[in-house]
C-alpha cells in the first residue's frame, strides 16, 4: 500500500492551491486558432446560458466591430460602458476594470485576453486586468488566439512570418479552470473570410492577408489543437494525482538555460519554457558576468535585462553569476542547484574565433558529467554589434583618450634622457608601464590608444632614423610586434583584473548593506526604528530615493513612515500606485508592467500574514531600466523589512492584548466587588423592610427600632459606594477639574472630619497640625474628600476604642499630612497595591466598601501633583502619607485693620 | 414660630413626595405639593406658604430660575434639595437667595432641623430686634457691648474678626456663603478673594475654638461656605 501512498507534500501543495482557488474568479478561455473561428460568438452563447440559469453576467468588453450576428447575442445582457482614453489626438476604447470591480457581477465577459492597454490604465496589458478581477472573486470567461502564447512567438513567427507583439504568459493560459476550443477548420474559416463574416480593420488588410493563407491556417490549427491536448494531458495527470493513481511519477527535472546580451537569447529563453512545461520542470536562466560585459553597449544592457524579464514573466527563475569562465561558472551554478539539463544556443561566432577563445558548447560537453546539454539554433537575427567600446568610467570618455596620449607623452620624455645610457629596447619597459597606468585607470579603449601610440613614438624618437617612421633595421619591426602584443595583453588583464574587483567590491558591498540591515533591524523596537534603518541601507544599496509607507489606521490608509525619507518626492499618481501595490500584494510601478507610467518602483511587504506594507524606490536617471538583479536585491531587503515590521507589529499586538486581558481581569473584578457590595446592603434592607411590611403590627417596638436602625445604617454604606463609584467613574473618565484655590489645610481637616463623626464615633481622634501652617493652592471639596476616605478607612480597619492620629506638617516647598490608625497593618506586599483599584485586604471580608476609597484618594492626590503612600507604623497601624506641592509665595495678607480691639 | 407652618414641597419625584409627606405632617406641618416649578410658583402666590422645599434639579424649570422669580417678590424662605457634586449650584442658588441647602440622600432628623432654624430666622426678621446676648454652647457673644466670652474667658478679636462673627451669629444654623460674608462683612463693592476670608477665619478659630482642626463653633462647608453650629 505504501508505495501508492500519496506524498504528502504535494497534497498539502493541492490543498493549498485548492484553498486560493476557491475564493479566486473561475477563469476559461475561448480558445482558437485564429480570428474569425467564432471565439466571442461562443463566449456570447456561453454567457447568455449562464445569464439563463440565473448568474449575474456582465459583459465588460467586446470588441466594437463584430458581426452583428455576435452584436445580436449581446442584447438582454447587461453591459458595462467602454472606457474612452485620449490618446495622441483620437480617442481610444478601452476595459473599464476599476467600473467593472465596483459593479462586482459573478460573471464577466472580456474579449482579447493578448489586448494591449492604451498607456495611463491600470496595466499595461489585459491579462493583467483579467487576473486582478479573478482574485477579487469575479469569474471571467474570455477569448484568445494561440499565436498570442508567449511560448509560441517564435514558433509564429516561422510558421507565419509575422512577429506577434501581443502575447500572454503560459502560467495564464495554464491556470485558467476551463478551456474551451473553438475549432474550425481552414477551409470554414476562408470561406467566412470571403462571406465577410470576418472582421478585417483596413489598414492591417495586407498583412492580414498575408497571415490568412491555408498554409499557416492548417499550422495554426495544429497549434491550437496541440495546446489543447497538451492540456488535456495534464489534466488527466492532475486527476490522476489528485486520486492517486499509481503510475510513472515524473523524475525532477531542472532546466537551466544560458542567456546573454543578444536578441537569439529571447528565443532561447521560450524555447526553454516550452520544454520546461511539456517537462513540468521549473528552470532557471543564468546570465555570466564575464569581464567582457564591462563592454557592453547601453542597448546591449537594456536587451539584456529585457530577456532577464521576459524570463521572470514566462515563470522562470534568474540568477546572475560572475566569473572569468563561463562554461566553469555554468556548471558550478548547475551542479549546487541539481540541475538536469542545460540549455545553451547554437555559436553563431566564426569558427576562428572559437578557434581561439574556445567553445562554450564543447568545454560543456566536456565539464558537464551527468548533466545533459541541448544546443537551440539560432536564426539569422545577428547578435547586435558591439558598437560602442565603453571604458570603465563612461562619464570621462574624451578625457581618458586625452589623457592616454598625455601619459605616451610623458613616457616619451622620461624615455628622452634615458635613451643615452639604455638600450632602446630597454625603454619600451617605460611605454609599458604607462599602458598598465592607463589601463587601470581608464579601461581598455584609452589603454588600446596608448598602446599604438607608445608602438609608434618608440619608433618615432628612438629607432634610427630618429623622427621618422621609417625603419631600417627590419629587426625592429620584429620589436614592434612584440611591443603592439605585450601592451595589448596587460591592457585587457589588467582591465579584466579591474573589473573583477569592482564586481568583488560590489557583491561584498550587497552582502554588507544585507548584513547590516538585518542587524540593524533586528534590533529595531518600533516601525519608524525599522523605517529609519531601511531606509538608510535600501537606499545605499540600490543607490535611489527610498521610502517605508505604512498602514497608518484601522482604514489601512497608507502613510511614509520616519522622517528619513527626505527626499522621497514620486509623482502625484504614485499614492495610488502605492496603494495597489499594498492591496494586491504585488510589484508594480516604473520598471514593471503594471502601471508603469508611475515614477517609483513600489514592492509590497510581504510577511507571513499578508501584506503590511510597501517599500518605494525612486530610481536615480543611472539605473533604468531596472535590472533584474537589483530587483532581486530590492526583493530581498523589501522581505526583510517586511518580517521585521511583522514583528514589531506582532509585538504591539501581545503588548495590547495582554493589557486587554488585564483590563478584562480588572472588569471582572469590579463586577464580583460591586455586585456583592450592593447586594449586601440591599438584602439588609429589602430583608428589614419586608419583615416590617410583613407584620408591622407584631412585632416588639424594640426589634421594630432595631431593624430600621440597620435600614439606616446599610442605606447609608450604599450611598458612600455609589458616591465613590461615581468619583471614580469621573476621575477616570478625567471629568474630575480640579479647582485650585488658596486654601486653609485647617479648615478643610475640620470640615472632614465632621462630616465622617458618625463613622469616628467609636474612635478619639487626635490632630497634630503645625502652628501657622501655610496655605496651599488646592481643591477644597477634593482634598476634605481624601481626608475623610483616609479617615474612615482608618476606621473601619482598626479595633473600636483606638485613636487615630492626624498629623501636619510642611516644609518650604510641600506640605506632607499623614492619618495613622492602631489596626492591624498592611502585608509588607501590599503596600503599593492599597492603592490600586478594587483591592481588598485580606481581613477585610464583612466590611463594607469597593477598595475604591483609597484608588479615588491618590488619583485625587496625583491630580494635585502630590504623591500618596502606606507605611507600617512602628507599634502596629498604618499610617497613610500625602504630599501637596506648595506655591513658591503666599495669598497676599489683607490690609491690616485700623482699630485692632474691640 | 408660626403655628403648624405651611410647607411647599417643589420635588419631581414621587417617593421622595411620599416619605417627606409622612414624616412632616406627623411633626405638624401643613404640606403643599407640586410637581413643577411653574406650578410651584403659582402655590406660593395663592397658598404664601412659610417654607419652601425645591428640589434644583426639576423637570420645567431649573431650580434657579423658580428661585430668582420666587425672590422678585416673596421672601419666604427656601430650602434647596441637590445632590453632592453640584456645589457650584447650590452656591448660585444660596446666592440667588436660597436660605439654606441639603444635600441628598439626607434624613428626616436634618431636614427638621434646617426647616427650624429657616423658620424661626423668617420670624425673626419680622421681629427684627433678636436677643441682646448670643449663646452657643461655651460661646456667648454679648452683641450690645460687643463681647465676646468663651467659658467666662474673655476674647479679643479685631473689627473684622467681629463683623465675621456676628454676621454668623445672625444667619446661626444656616450655611452663609463666601460672597454673602465678603458682601456683609466689608460691604456690596467688596473686592477682596475668598481666600481673605479664610485668614480671617483662622485668626477668628484660633480665637475661639479649642481645637481649630475639629471645631464646635464655626463649621466650614467646603466649596459653599460657612455656618455657625445651630444649638
Redesign the interface.
Given at each position: 500500500m505504501d508505495d501508492r501512498r500519496r506524498d504528502p507534500d504535494a497534497l498539502l501543495l493541492r490543498v493549498q492551491a485548492e484553498e486560493a482557488k476557491k475564493s479566486r474568479g473561475k477563469l476559461k478561455i475561448f480558445f482558437g486558432a485564429a480570428p474569425g473561428v467564432g471565439k466571442t460568438y461562443t463566449m456570447l452563447e456561453a454567457g447568455r446560458e449562464q445569464a439563463r440559469e440565473g448568474i449575474d453576467v456582465l459583459v465588460g468588453y467586446i470588441e466594437p466591430h463584430v458581426r452583428p450576428e455576435t452584436q445580436a447575442l449581446v442584447l438582454g445582457l447587461d453591459v458595462l460602458a467602454r472606457k474612452e482614453v485620449p490618446y495622441r489626438g483620437t480617442k481610444l476604447v478601452e476595459f473599464d476594470l476599476e467600473a467593472a470591480l465596483a459593479k462586482r457581477p459573478q460573471l464577466i465577459l472580456v474579449d482579447e485576453l493578448a489586448h494591449t492597454n492604451a498607456p495611463g490604465m491600470t496595466h499595461a496589458k489585459r491579462w493583467q486586468d483579467v487576473i486582478q478581477l479573478l482574485e477579487a472573486g469575479i469569474s471571467v470567461y474570455t477569448t484568445l488566439n494561440v499565436q498570442h502564447l508567449e511560448s509560441l512567438r517564435d514558433v509564429i513567427a516561422q510558421i507565419t512570418g509575422i512577429s506577434v507583439a501581443e502575447t500572454v504568459p503560459d502560467s495564464v493560459f495554464e491556470e485558467a479552470d476551463e478551456l474551451e476550443l473553438v475549432d474550425l477548420p481552414a477551409d470554414g474559416l476562408l470561406e467566412r473570410m470571403r462571406e465577410g463574416k470576418v472582421y478585417v480593420p483596413h489598414q492591417a488588410e495586407r498583412a492580414i492577408q498575408n497571415f490568412f493563407s491555408k498554409g499557416n491556417l492548417i499550422a495554426l490549427r495544429e497549434l491550437a489543437l496541440r495546446k489543447a491536448a497538451e492540456r488535456v494531458g495534464a489534466e488527466m495527470e492532475d486527476y490522476r494525482e489528485e486520486h492517486g493513481a499509481a503510475g510513472v511519477w515524473p523524475v525532477n527535472e531542472r532546466l537551466l538555460v544560458c542567456v546573454g546580451p543578444s536578441p537569439f537569447s529571447a528565443k532561447l529563453v521560450r524555447a526553454t519554457r516550452r520544454i520546461a512545461g511539456s517537462l513540468k520542470a521549473p528552470w532557471i536562466a543564468v546570465h555570466v558576468e564575464t569581464p567582457a560585459d564591462s563592454r557592453l553597449s547601453e542597448k546591449d544592457r537594456a536587451q539584456l535585462s529585457q530577456t532577464l524579464n521576459l524570463v521572470e514573466q514566462l515563470g522562470g527563475e534568474t540568477a546572475t553569476l560572475s566569473g572569468h569562465s563561463l562554461a566553469d561558472e555554468l556548471i558550478h551554478y548547475a551542479r549546487s542547484r541539481n540541475v538536469t539539463k542545460i540549455i545553451v544556443g547554437k555559436p553563431s561566432r566564426p569558427r576562428w574565433k572559437e578557434w581561439l577563445q574556445g567553445s562554450l558548447v564543447y568545454e560543456l560537453t566536456r565539464k558537464c558529467g551527468d548533466i545533459d546539454i541541448y544546443v537551440i539554433t539560432g536564426d539569422s537575427e545577428k547578435r547586435s554589434a558591439t558598437t560602442a567600446v565603453e571604458p570603465i568610467r563612461s562619464s570621462s570618455t574624451t578625457n581618458a583618450y586625452l589623457l592616454s596620449l598625455l601619459t605616451v607623452l610623458a613616457c616619451t620624455l622620461v624615455s628622452w634622457p634615458l635613451s643615452y645610457f639604455l638600450a632602446a629596447t630597454n625603454l619600451i619597459m617605460v611605454y609599458l608601464l604607462g599602458v598598465v597606468a592607463i589601463a587601470t585607470r581608464f579601461g581598455r579603449g584609452p589603454s588600446i590608444l596608448a598602446s599604438v601610440l607608445s608602438v609608434a613614438a618608440f619608433d618615432f624618437f628612438f629607432i634610427p632614423p630618429f623622427l621618422t617612421f621609417a625603419v631600417h633595421d627590419t629587426q625592429y619591426v620584429f620589436t614592434f610586434a612584440v611591443m603592439l602584443a605585450t601592451a595589448l595583453t596587460i591592457s585587457t588583464l589588467t582591465t579584466r583584473v579591474t573589473f573583477q574587483a569592482e564586481s568583488a567590491r560590489a557583491r561584498e558591498r550587497r552582502t554588507a548593506s544585507l548584513y547590516a540591515i538585518s542587524h540593524q533591524l533586528a534590533a529595531a523596537r518600533t516601525p519608524e526604528q525599522i523605517a529609519q534603518a531601511a531606509v538608510r541601507h535600501v537606499a545605499e544599496a540600490v543607490d535611489a530615493k527610498v521610502a517605508i509607507l505604512l498602514a497608518s489606521d484601522d482604514e489601512g490608509r497608507l502613510a511614509v513612515i520616519g522622517a528619513e525619507a527626505e527626499g522621497f518626492d514620486p509623482g502625484p499618481h504614485d499614492e495610488a500606485v502605492a496603494r495597489w501595490v499594498f492591496d494586491h500584494g504585488e510589484i508594480a510601478g516604473h520598471g514593471t508592467t503594471t502601471l508603469p507610467g508611475s515614477a517609483g518602483l513600489y514592492l509590497p511587504l510581504s510577511a507571513s500574514h499578508g501584506t503590511v506594507g510597501v517599500l518605494g524606490v525612486l530610481p536615480n536617471r543611472a539605473w533604468r531600466p531596472i535590472e533584474p538583479e537589483r530587483l532581486h536585491l530590492l526583493e530581498t531587503l523589501s522581505g526583510l523589512i517586511a518580517l521585521a515590521v511583522e514583528r514589531v507589529q506582532l509585538a504591539a499586538e501581545a503588548a495590547r492584548i495582554r493589557v486587554q486581558m488585564e483590563t478584562e481581569k480588572l472588569r471582572s473584578s469590579l463586577l464580583s466587588a460591586v455586585s456583592h457590595d450592593l447586594r449586601t446592603p440591599l438584602s439588609v434592607i429589602m430583608g428589614a423592610t419586608s419583615t416590617l411590611l410583613d407584620s408591622v403590627d407584631r412585632i416588639e417596638p424594640q426589634l421594630r427600632r432595631e431593624l430600621l436602625g440597620s435600614i439606616?445604617e446599610e442605606?447609608g454604606h450604599l450611598?458612600r459606594l455609589v458616591?465613590n463609584l461615581?468619583d471614580m467613574t469621573r476621575l477616570e473618565a478625567g471629568a474630575l477639574e480640579v479647582h485650585k484655590?488658596?486654601?486653609?489645610l485647617?479648615?478643610?481637616?475640620?470640615?472632614a472630619?465632621?462630616r465622617t463623626s458618625q463613622q469616628l464615633k467609636d474612635h478619639p481622634?487626635v490632630?497634630h497640625?503645625q502652628p501657622e501652617l501655610p496655605?496651599v493652592p488646592m481643591d477644597?471639596?477634593l482634598i476634605?474628600q481624601v481626608l475623610a476616605n483616609l479617615v474612615e478607612n482608618a476606621a473601619k480597619y482598626s479595633p473600636p476604642g483606638t485613636p487615630i492620629e492626624?498629623t501636619a506638617f510642611a516644609n518650604d516647598t510641600i506640605l506632607t499630612v499623614e492619618v495613622a490608625d492602631r489596626g492591624p497593618g498592611v502585608p509588607h506586599t501590599d503596600l503599593e497595591r492599597v492603592f490600586e483599584k478594587f483591592y481588598r485586604a485580606a481581613n477585610s471580608r464583612g466590611r463594607p466598601g469597593a477598595g475604591l476609597g483609597l484608588a479615588i484618594c491618590r488619583g485625587i492626590i496625583e491630580l494635585h501633583g502630590g504623591q500618596i503612600e502606606a507605611e507600617n507604623r512602628p507599634g502596629g497601624g498604618t499610617v497613610f502619607r500625602f504630599t501637596l506641592p506648595l506655591a513658591t509665595t503666599q495669598?497676599e495678607?489683607?490690609p491690616a485693620?485700623?482699630?485692632?480691639?474691640? | 414660630m408660626v403655628q403648624d407652618p405651611k410647607i411647599l414641597l417643589i420635588e419631581d419625584e414621587l417617593e421622595i413626595r411620599r416619605f417627606l409627606r409622612a414624616s412632616l405632617a406627623n411633626h405638624g406641618y401643613r404640606l403643599l405639593e407640586s410637581e413643577t416649578g411653574q406650578g410651584g410658583l403659582n402655590l406660593v402666590a395663592d397658598e404664601h406658604p412659610d417654607l419652601v422645599l425645591l428640589d434644583l434639579g426639576l423637570p420645567d424649570t431649573d431650580g434657579l430660575t423658580v428661585i430668582r422669580k420666587l425672590r422678585g417678590w416673596s421672601q419666604v424662605p427656601i430650602i434647596i434639595l441637590s445632590a453632592?457634586?453640584q456645589?457650584a449650584d447650590k452656591v448660585k442658588a444660596l446666592d440667588a437667595g436660597a436660605d439654606d441647602y441639603l444635600t441628598k440622600?439626607f434624613?428626616v432628623v436634618e431636614l427638621q432641623a434646617r426647616m427650624r432654624v429657616a423658620l424661626r430666622h423668617a420670624t425673626q426678621d419680622q421681629n427684627e430686634a433678636g436677643e441682646p446676648i448670643f449663646t452657643l454652647g461655651r460661646l456667648r457673644v454679648d452683641l450690645e457691648r460687643?463681647?465676646?466670652f468663651v467659658g467666662e474667658k474673655g476674647v479679643?478679636?479685631?473689627?473684622?474678626e467681629?463683623r465675621i462673627l456676628t454676621t454668623l451669629i445672625k444667619h446661626a444654623g444656616k450655611v452663609v456663603t463666601h460672597r454673602q460674608l465678603l458682601k456683609e462683612v466689608w460691604g456690596p463693592d467688596s473686592v477682596?478673594?475668598?481666600?481673605?476670608l479664610?485668614?480671617?477665619?483662622?485668626h477668628l478659630?484660633r480665637k475661639i475654638e479649642l481645637?481649630?482642626?475639629?471645631?464646635e463653633f464655626v463649621?466650614?462647608?467646603?466649596?459653599i461656605g460657612y455656618r455657625l453650629a445651630s444649638s
Open positions: 439606616l442605606a450611598n458616591a461615581l484655590e488658596w486654601q486653609s485647617e479648615e478643610i481637616v475640620g470640615a472630619l465632621g481622634v490632630t497640625l496655605f477644597d471639596l476634605e492626624l495669598p495678607v489683607p485693620e485700623t482699630s485692632t480691639e474691640t | 453632592r457634586g456645589e440622600p434624613s460687643r463681647q465676646v479679643h478679636l479685631t473689627p473684622i467681629y477682596f478673594e475668598r481666600h481673605y479664610r485668614v480671617y477665619m483662622t478659630r481645637d481649630p482642626a475639629q471645631p463649621l466650614t462647608d467646603p466649596g
